[in-house]
């Protein structure tokens, strides 16, 4: 849904009041909600008399909802969008914190850094399609990589044999995920560690009876991890 430009406006500063802060952030979510209901009102086909009679209510109270002007109780409003099959998306923002109030599945409400918007502006496209486009490509980068990390760990590479005999009950596909998750982080040394602890993790049961002793297994295990990372960082880039 395009939405109107009401933000530029309702942005401008006229005060530093609480009270007058407060009347302009309800004022800005009754101008988009009253805004989607009726752009969803549309698009299903419906006028607001027969949406009121699905409703079984009066065609004036569906014209109240869709008011910017007047009061809305939450009620009637998830009525009003149960009966065009649609959700309310509420979350609760606190400084750096974010809590999704609705639990709608699949639909994760998160916040957008100023450079995603800078980003979505260059690319003439709205904040909302360029996330969209940006986590398909990602999920595609995504895929290729752990395809890549698969192919490595059944391959006749000596590395990979060694990997394979800490496997234990693990699946390749498993350990491929959590590697993975290692290449993630930005530091080398982070990476390392978290690398061993993956082959630590998993070592098969009776492993420690190798007759080695712990020093030595964690020198090789350093050392299979920094192998194995040199690999991995040569897939990722």
């Known amino acids: 849904m395009k939405k109107p430009n009401f933000q530029a406006w309702l942005q401008q500063k006229v005060s530093d009041e609480p009270e007058v802060i407060l009347a302009g952030k ?23 008399a027969q949406l009121a009679q699905k409703l079984g209510v009066k065609q004036a109270a569906v014209s109240k909802l869709e008011s910017a002007l007047k009061e809305h109780e939450l009620e009637s409003v998830l009525h009003y969008l149960h009966a065009l099959g649609a959700d309310l998306l509420v979350a609760v923002k606190q400084g750096d914190d974010l809590y999704q109030a609705s639990d709608n599945e699949g639909v994760l409400l998160v916040d957008v850094p100023d450079v ?16 969209r486009v940006a986590v398909d490509k990602f999920s595609r980068e995504d895929d290729g990589l752990r395809t890549a990390l698969v192919k490595l760990l059944e391959s006749d590479d000596s590395v990979a044999v060694k990997v394979r005999e800490r496997l234990g009950t693990r699946t390749i596909q498993e350990v491929a995920v959590e590697l993975e998750k290692c290449l993630s982080l930005s530091e080398e040394e982070d990476r390392i560690f978290a690398v061993k602890n993956v082959l630590v993790a998993n070592v098969a049961v009776g492993e420690s009876n190798r007759g080695t002793s712990d020093e030595f297994d964690e020198i090789e295990l350093l050392d299979l991890a920094e192998k194995l990372l040199e690999k991995l960082t040569n897939i990722f880039e």
């Open 116 to 131: 995603v918007f800078q980003k979505a502006l260059a690319a003439n496209m709205s904040v909302r399609e360029y996330v």
């Open 26 to 48: 309800l004022e800005y979510l009754r101008l988009y909600l009253t805004d989607a209901m009726r752009e969803i009102r549309n698009k299903a086909g419906l006028t607001q």
